[in-house]
């Protein structure tokens, strides 16, 4: 799954998250920016494989990662995402994803083929 969360409840970060394939009840965190998984998971090893598309992973147990979305969904405050981004270089990758999004969502809109 890919998650984009905000610093407003944590730090900014896009991270991709799968199970992990040698390790039952392990996830995969991966991500683009060392800080978005070194910023969110400070006691977690984080491990860098170079030629990969998220160079950055960690191992994390799932029920950790659980509890960590957990205590994000409880604690969030702001009312409109990409407004609670801080770092700008981040919220335009954001942006674009959105844009992307709301063409695929057009197709779908209510009232256009009932």
Known sequence: MWLAL??????DAWLSVVAHKDKPGYLLVRARHPNHISD???DVHMYVIEHA????RANIPSEDFGQFMHEYCTTMTYGNFKSSVKDFD???ALNAVWGMMYQYGENYLPGEDE
């Open 40 to 42: 969110n998971f400070p």
């Open 53 to 56: 598309d998220y160079p950055y």
């Open 90 to 92: 981040f919220l335009n």
């Open 6 to 11: 905000s610093d407003s409840c944590t730090a």
